[in-house]
């Protein structure tokens, strides 16, 4: 199997890299916390590692060191391929290096192999109410997995701590090649009649890869939909770990719960709608401008006085800002180049590129925001929407399709590297008080 010599080989020099670093540094601070950090989400406190990613606040983000741009355009791909298969992308966040077409091909091979979904979470889907959320429903179907983890498995026979990571990427590859055909299965209980949910097929096509699998899988085998897929798969793949889908899983995983708990509890993270819901929510603020114009694209004044009557309301023009990015979002431009390619006439990508025009002129007024840029859910959903993926709340479901990819990497890596039980500790508020009142004191009186 292409990932278990690949990483082997590395872990030698890590552990011993880690390990010299905590012996000789361990003591080295490398952040301080104020009181409104603790009481703010611990926002910008550093104090987790990740080799994965890393949020460049002037490039973006950044997987394995590689800016989207360059993702983009150093992945292999086959010569009918303008984005490259999503394969190739797990193999650079797995091994840390990026592979030959060969190496890439061979994923999605492996793959294929592994992403059969056993019968028994269909049924358990198909019982619940036609109302659940997707969000719920992929949860659900990621934890029913449950029962077939290797890491269990092993565990429970007994194996050294030094192998915990094996097992960990035996039931990664097995989850993430299982998740097209269960989000396909849920997207298609959405949108099917009741007497139509046993005519479901989500069976992997052999000449498909991964993505082009789940855009077929959803019936939609428009080429120009496989390439977005692609495309939205490899941008929404990691984001360091600290974010709450991701932060979710590791600190689940650090339990050693294995993956299929670990990913069902960072899905239901990603289900808030301070996390994964911000792509709908962008969408239906911009099909909300465009009934207020009864379909029509407004001129520039009066897209410019509903930003501002939107903005004096109270609300938030969604997509618009970022914790940590100062610059427009490289993921956002990718999709907007796409678009640009792909669908340049469409009323709504046009509404998409007049609100680029103009929202960060006006946050810039504002004075208020240190980043007035559209992210990536500024024009995500307005791309599905073309395309006829438009049931909104499934939007956050192909999100968590793409987002497992980082974190499952995160968790080899971090079984590999025997990372800790996360145990942070807490203070009181009578605690927080005193303190203040101490560096006050002593602040006055030096």
């Known amino acids: 199997m292409i990932f278990k010599d690949k990483v082997a080989a590395q872990l030698p020099v ?4 880690i390990t010299k670093l905590i012996r000789e540094n361990g003591r080295v601070k490398i952040d301080e916390v104020d009181i409104s950090q603790v009481y703010g989400g611990m926002r910008d406190v550093k104090s987790m590692v990740t080799d994965i990613s ?21 992945l292999p791909k086959p010569k009918d391929m303008e984005i490259p298969p999503v394969g190739g992308l797990y193999y650079l966040l797995v091994v840390g290096e990026l592979p030959t077409l060969e190496e890439a091909m061979s994923v999605e091979a492996e793959w294929k192999i592994r992403g059969q979904v056993p019968a028994y979470v269909f049924d358990m889907l198909k019982t619940m109410p036609s109302d659940t959320h997707p969000m719920t429903l992929f949860s659900q179907a990621i934890l029913a997995l449950q ?5 269990v498995r092993r565990y429970t026979e007994g194996m050294r701590k030094a192998e915990y990571w094996y097992p960990t990427l035996e039931d990664s590859l097995n989850l993430t090649a299982k998740l097209p055909a269960i989000a396909a299965y849920i997207y298609n209980l959405k949108i099917k009649s009741p007497e139509d949910i046993d005519k479901i097929d989500v069976s992997y096509n052999p000449d498909l890869d991964w993505s082009a699998n789940f855009a077929h899988m959803i019936g939609n085998d428009n080429p120009e939909y496989t390439e977005l897929c692609r495309l939205f798969f490899i941008l929404h793949s990691d984001h360091e770990v600290g974010n709450a889908s991701a932060h979710a899983t590791h ?22 709608p301070l996390h994964g819901l911000a792509n709908r929510e962008c969408l239906a603020w911009l099909l909300e401008v465009q009934k207020a114009f009864d379909g029509n694209l407004p001129s520039k004044e009066e897209l410019e006085q509903f930003v501002w009557d939107t903005l004096n309301s109270g609300k ?18 990718a999709q907007f180049e796409f678009a640009k390619k792909y669908l340049p006439d469409y009323d709504l990508f046009q509404l998409v590129s007049m ?21 990536v859910d500024a024009i995500s959903g307005a791309l599905q929407y073309y395309y006829g993926v438009r049931e909104f709340d499934f939007y956050t479901v192909m999100f968590g399709v793409s987002r497992i990819l980082g974190v499952t990497a995160n968790a080899i890596w971090a079984r590999a590297l025997g990372q800790p039980l996360e145990r942070p500790k807490s203070v ?15 602040t006055r009186y030096k």
Not at 147 to 151: I, L, P
Not at 361 to 375: E, T
Request: glycine share 6%; with cysteine; proline share 8%.
């Open 54 to 74: 890393y949020l460049d606040p002037q490039r973006g983000i950044r997987l394995r060191g590689y800016s989207i741009p360059e993702i983009l355009a150093e």
């Open 355 to 375: 609100v680029y025009d103009i929202v960060p002129d006006i946050l810039h007024q504002l004075n208020k925001v240190k980043n007035p840029w559209p992210n």
């Open 251 to 272: 600190l689940v995983a650090s339990t050693l719960s294995d993956i299929y708990y670990a990913c069902s509890a960072g899905m239901n993270a990603l289900a808030g």
């Open 316 to 333: 938030v023009i969604p997509g618009y800002g970022h914790a940590v990015l100062r610059r427009p979002d490289p993921r956002f431009k």
């Open 14 to 17: 890590w552990r011993e890299r």
């Open 428 to 442: 009181t508020t009578s605690m927080l008080e005193e303190i203040a009142r101490k560096v006050r004191y002593e």
């Open 147 to 151: 029962r077939e983890s290797v890491f």
